[in-house]
T-cell receptor, first 108, second 116 residues
């Protein structure tokens, strides 16, 4: 079975502060991990995926297989980063399992 | 065209009605998905079509009936729904992928369904 845990339902930080959204997963094989973001009144969209190893909008995430984590980080949060963030795992082809999501609010 | 479109945006139906949700993409994707998303919850996978064939059905009640008439279209036929089926229904698509590889899924804006 595959499972994704996002322990923080809500997270608030001040503008310019670092932000880290936690994601832990459970899967016996080699997973593919993703971060999706849903801005208010917009569709769900991919933020980044671990195999790309790229930085999008200043966000990065590193897959740590030892700790089974894929935390999302940004050194300086911006107000426009306020959104719902979902960590997702794909173990078998074409089947995404989403975490429960973290609502990030960046305060002015 | 790099978007997944869904119609209608909103739908209100009674428990005895029959309605259909439509999803369309013109990105050449050969995998298409239906998800159900309740308020403040993550999307839950319902169905997966791969090359127009149903490959995954996540134990969804038979009052939901998917259909993939061609590689660009995906329908979800609704019949005799219950109030608890009220939710946002999301469609997604992705490129064909190799075994064990998950291609990025592109989501539509969803259809917000209310069952009275």
């Amino acid at each position: 079975a595959q499972r994704v845990t996002q322990p923080e339902k809500l997270l608030s930080v001040f503008k310019g502060a670092p932000v880290e959204l936690k994601c832990n997963y459970s899967y016996s094989g080699s997973p593919e991990l993703f971060w999706y973001v849903q801005y208010s009144r917009q569709r769900l969209q991919l933020l980044l995926r671990h195999i790309s190893r790229e930085s999008i909008k200043g966000f990065t995430a590193d897959l740590n297989k030892g700790e089974t984590s894929f935390h999302l980080k940004k050194p300086f949060a911006q107000e426009e980063d306020s959104a719902m963030y979902y960590c997702a795992l794909s173990g078998s082809a074409r089947q995404l399992t989403f975490g429960s999501g973290t609502q990030l609010t960046v305060l002015p | 065209d790099t978007e997944v479109t869904q119609t209608p945006k909103h739908l209100v139906m009674g428990m005895t009605n029959k309605k259909s949700l439509k999803c369309e993409q013109h990105m050449g994707h050969r995998a298409m998905y239906w998800y159900k998303q309740k308020a403040k919850k993550p999307p839950e996978l319902m169905f997966v079509y791969s090359y127009e064939k149903l490959s995954i059905n996540e134990s969804v009640p038979s009052r939901f009936s998917p259909e993939c008439p061609n590689s660009s279209l995906l329908n979800l036929h609704l019949h005799a729904l219950q109030p608890e089926d009220s939710a946002l229904y999301l469609c997604a698509s992705s490129r064909p992928s190799g075994v064990g590889v998950q291609e990025t899924q592109y989501f539509g804006p969803g259809t917000r369904l209310l069952v009275l």
